[in-house]
């Protein structure tokens, strides 16, 4: 009797293990669809740059002299002409005084002579020895001149001074560095592009620039002149472009990306999420009332999160632009507004 029920219990188990789970029914995709409209697209020749001041020299020592006076301050601005360094001039000005006294007195020499010879007591010969004689003495003033103005050093031009390294008191010798004058007003950008890009580049052409240190603040300038000569290591030609910089936020030196865009134009355009790939070929899903029909696309450049569609769609047809992975070839959709679906029955006699 126990061997019978254990049999009956045995085959319930086994019938209710054999039993399939119902699988539950499909809900139809749920995608986002619009017009397929055109947008601005541009072709970009991207690079990386150095920037340079717009002016920049080094004032050295011309001669081996002490320093009397420094007249600028670590960063400062300095006017064109205005004097940076004092040289020690002492003996240059004591030598233009003798200079001077010797002139004037060979002036006053010259001028007896030449009264002389008015009347007939002074030759031709001492006359024009006397007048050498002043010319030499004026040469000599005039050399002194140029010592004491090679002692004193001037900004060439309007600019920033660097930070100074040098201190008043200090000897130094001819070419050292007694302070960088730098006009930053503008900056002058210089990048090089490959030979093959060269006819898509040109003087005027506008350029967009960044820097890491203000990575969220483009800077627009213009290309200024493009190198004549091709490097003929790199086959790349050197290219300089102008870029304002009235709040003086860019410095030599910086790195920075450049973007020349080219070609502007208008094309129809898709989000790159409504485009696949299958291959080397690329598709989009052409909506059709509730049904999906997958269309062959042509594609040009990516930009902006959106694909140039260059050909196998017209404007204001309607596309799957959010949902594509969802889908196959005349698949049926729902539109975001549409009814939910109703639950489908389950079928008579089913268990749960």
Not at 14 to 22: A, N, R, Y
Not at 154 to 176: D, E, K, M, N, Q
Not at 274 to 292: K, M, N, W
């Amino acid at each position: 009797m126990r061997s019978s029920v254990s049999l009956v219990i045995l085959a319930l188990c086994l019938t209710g293990c054999s039993g399939k789970k119902e699988a539950k029914p499909r809900q139809t995709p749920l995608v986002e669809a619009a017009p397929i409209a055109a947008a601005d697209f541009a072709d970009t020749l991207d690079a990386v740059g150095t920037a340079l001041a717009n002016e920049q020299v080094v004032l050295s020592a011309p001669v081996t002299e002490r320093i009397e006076q420094l007249n600028f301050t670590d960063g400062g601005f300095v006017a064109k002409g205005q004097v940076i360094a004092t040289m020690s001039i002492a003996q240059e000005k004591a030598e233009l005084a003798a200079a001077q006294a010797q002139a004037r007195q060979a002036q006053q020499q010259l001028d007896r002579i030449q009264s002389l010879q008015s009347r007939g007591f002074a030759t031709a010969a001492s006359y024009d020895q006397q007048l050498a004689l002043v010319d030499g003495a004026k040469a000599s003033a005039d050399q002194s001149r140029a010592a004491i103005s090679d002692r004193i050093i001037r900004a060439p031009f309007a600019g920033w001074v660097s930070l100074r390294t040098v201190s008043p008191g200090a000897i130094v010798t001819a070419g050292t560095a007694i302070a960088t004058v730098s006009d930053i007003s503008r900056i002058k950008l210089d990048f090089t592009i490959p030979e093959t890009r060269l006819s898509s580049i040109r003087t005027g052409q506008a350029i967009t620039a960044k820097s890491a240190v203000w990575p969220d603040r483009p800077f627009t300038g213009t290309v200024a002149t493009i190198d004549p000569v091709i490097d003929p290591a790199t086959r790349a030609v050197r290219v300089r472009a102008i870029l304002p910089n009235p709040d003086r936020v860019l410095k030599p030196g910086m790195l920075l990306t450049v973007a020349v865009s080219s070609r502007r134009r208008q094309s129809l355009a898709l989000p790159e999420l409504a485009v696949i790939g299958d291959g080397e070929d690329r598709y989009a899903f052409l909506l059709d009332g509730r049904t999906v029909k997958r269309v062959k696309v042509e594609t040009g450049i990516r930009q902006n999160g959106m694909v140039e569609i260059t050909g196998g769609l017209k404007a204001g047809q309607m596309v799957v632009t959010e949902g594509v992975v969802k889908l196959n070839d005349g698949a049926t959709v729902r539109l975001a507004g549409d009814k939910p679906e109703k639950p489908r029955a389950k079928a008579p006699g089913k268990a749960d």
